[in-house]
């Protein structure tokens, strides 16, 4: 079957870094998303990739490897309004978009 | 760029009737559009998968009956839910992309309260 793994719950503090950690199983691999969801609003879309290695946008990066199946989001200085659901979606053979339960990130002062 | 945009943000309705909730793409033409349903602190659950010009494909355990998908333009699809009731209140979500690689977009969503 396929499988997408992230922590449920983290907490961080204001300013720090956090590393949001996401393997996955599925048949076949076309790109792998990260998303972010404020609570009660819809996912705003944050990085792809598809190729291994990282990709620095701003505070956020995102790294793949492809032959561990691993993926992490890492965010830097954080801040209150990065408190947020942080979503790994992987885009099986199918061109379908396999969600992972999303990773509630909590910010404390 | 990449913006979707869908209404209505909020419905209140009395049970038995049917709602319809449209989503749209702004700025780009979008091949394929998707519609979500999320519960209250529970993950992205997808309903189905709409092409243009196509029936929807729905997931399992998704009434087809029940919640009507027309994708009619590549920059418009509806999703009707039907004779709702209390336990269809949820939030509708739908997202649209233009092609295989590129990354769905989402409306801001429709709060759905069937009294």
């Known amino acids: 079957g396929q499988n997408i793994d992230q922590p449920t719950e983290m907490t961080a503090t204001e300013g720090a870094i956090v590393q949001i950690n996401c393997t996955y199983q599925?048949?076949?691999?076309?790109?792998l998303f990260w998303y972010q969801q404020h609570a009660g609003e819809a996912p705003t879309f944050l990085s792809y990739?598809?190729l291994d290695g990282l990709e620095e946008k701003g505070r956020f990066s995102s790294f793949l490897s492809r032959s561990k199946g691993y993926s992490y989001l890492l965010l830097k200085e954080l801040q209150m309004k990065d408190s947020a659901s942080y979503l790994c979606?992987?885009?099986?053979?199918?061109?379908?978009?396999?969600w992972g339960a999303g990773t509630k990130l909590i910010i404390k002062p | 760029g990449a913006v979707v945009s869908q209404h209505p943000s909020w419905v209140i309705c009395k049970s038995g009737t049917s709602v319809k909730i449209e989503c749209r793409s702004l700025?780009?033409?979008?091949?394929?559009m998707f519609w979500y349903r999320q519960f209250p602190k529970q993950s992205l659950m997808l309903m189905a998968t709409?092409?243009?010009?196509?029936?929807?494909?729905?997931e399992q355990g998704v009434e087809k009956d029940k919640f009507l998908i027309n994708h009619a333009s590549l920059t418009l699809s509806t999703l009707t839910v039907t004779s709702a009731h209390p336990e269809d209140s949820s939030f509708y979500i739908c997202?649209?992309?233009?092609?295989?690689?590129?990354?769905?977009?989402f409306g801001d969503g429709t709060r759905l309260s069937i009294l």
């Open positions: 997202s649209a992309k233009s092609w295989e690689y590129q990354p769905q977009h």
């Open positions: 599925t048949s076949g691999f076309n790109g």
């Open positions: 700025d780009f033409q979008a091949t394929t």
């Open positions: 979606a992987v885009m099986d053979s199918n061109y379908q978009l396999i």
């Open positions: 990739n598809v």
């Open positions: 709409s092409n243009e010009g196509s029936k929807a494909t729905y």
